[in-house]
């Protein structure tokens, strides 16, 4: 029964997108203003992560210190949704998969310590910098 209920699913979704046509139209007028609005928005990210770095530049008073800032604080920003995604992943294989096999949940929890570890050391390390760098400038 469920192989049938599988098939005639599979069945169906192939004649919707075998039968379902797009039509694309040529607009130059909406070309154009699409372009120059994400080329707009581009330049815009562009100037504001500059003006971020040469924020950091002077707070931190040198070229080298500024650029490691930002690139710490952009480490730090963007770990979060990965160790998410990693704690996801590893409770995936500790309490599912691990249900059957014990080694396999021993590798499930083994990567959880793992990414936890990394997500704090890339949430402290900014501070560490800043405290290190503002310390040692005094």
């Known amino acids: 029964m469920k192989k049938i209920a599988k098939t005639m699913l599979i069945a169906t979704v192939m004649l919707i997108c075998f039968f379902s046509t797009v039509y694309a139209t040529k607009n130059e007028t909406a070309d154009e ?19 971020t770095i040469d924020d950091y530049k002077q707070k931190y008073g040198s070229d080298t210190y500024g650029v490691t800032a930002y690139i710490l604080d952009r480490v730090r920003i963007y770990s979060i949704p990965l160790v998410f995604i990693g704690i996801a992943f590893s409770a995936i294989y500790q ?34 910098f800043a405290i290190v760098i503002t310390s040692a400038g005094k």
Do not use: W
Not at 35 to 46: A, P
Not at 112 to 122: P, S
């Open 33 to 51: 203003t699409l372009k120059s609005e994400s080329t707009g928005r581009l330049l815009e990210l562009k100037t504001h992560e500059l003006n």
């Open 95 to 128: 309490y599912v998969i691990g249900l059957k096999k014990l080694d396999i949940r021993d590798k499930g929890f083994s990567s959880m310590i793992a990414i936890i570890t990394i997500g704090v050391i890339c949430q402290i390390l900014p501070i560490v």
